[in-house]
Nanobody, 126 residues
Framework: QVQLVESGGGPAQAGGSLRLSCAAS????????MGWFRRCPGKEREFVAAINRRGDSTDYLNSVKGRFTISRDNAKNAVYLQMNSLKPEDTAVYYC???????????????????WGQGTQVTVSS
């Protein structure tokens, strides 16, 4: 079992940047596919970015491509979401999620994930 704790959220100006971090407990982090999801005000939870266990395959929500970058450091048991050129519509609670997987797949479907963090609020003002 793994526990996930997000950090790095907060207020930001449109056009600014934030870097979210997700720290994972446990000794088998390199077996986990990881993802970032968000819940915007009044909307359903949506996929933002995903990365496979090796960190060499990623996927993104179309609206964040070219602005957000997901990465991981398996030695530090951490996954990151670098968010640049932020827009007010990026305002949301951001969650990291993980699933143990021995293959090199990643997942965009939140139902595929077994573990979730508590979330971190990102608020972008214009």
């Amino acid at each position: 079992q793994v526990q996930l704790v997000e950090s790095g959220g907060g207020p930001a100006q449109a056009g600014g940047s934030l870097r979210l971090s997700c720290a994972a407990s446990g000794r088998t982090f390199n077996r986990y596919a990881m993802g970032w999801f968000r819940r915007c005000p009044g909307k359903e939870r949506e996929f933002v970015a995903a990365i496979n266990r090796r960190g060499d395959s990623t996927d993104y929500l179309n609206s964040v491509k070219g602005r957000f970058t997901i990465s991981r450091d398996n030695a530090k048991n951490a996954v990151y979401l670098q968010m640049n050129s932020l827009k007010p519509e990026d305002t949301a609670v951001y969650y990291c999620a993980g699933r143990e997987r021995y293959s090199d797949e990643y997942y965009t479907d939140p139902e595929k994930y077994s573990y979730w963090g508590q979330g971190t609020q990102v608020t972008v003002s214009s």
